[in-house]
């Protein structure tokens, strides 16, 4: 795993909390709420994405120790 993911997560994180107060500071809460819920679905995906790449790997490695010569 890179340092960069962590960048990207944070970069998220921090652009959905100004976009959610600047919503919410100009009255428009549920668009807010909406606007916070794609930053979450977003790096959602992302960590999904790494869990898959991880379990992948994972039995990637057993398939050579259970049998190693094929």
Sequence with gaps: MSVDIIFKIAAIGILTAV???ILRNSGKEEISTLATLAGVVIV??????MIGEL????RTMF???IFPGL
């Design 55 to 58: 379990f992948s790997t994972i």
């Design 19 to 21: 976009v959610g107060q």
């Design 63 to 65: 398939e050579f120790c």
């Design 44 to 49: 959602l995906f992302m960590v999904l994405s």
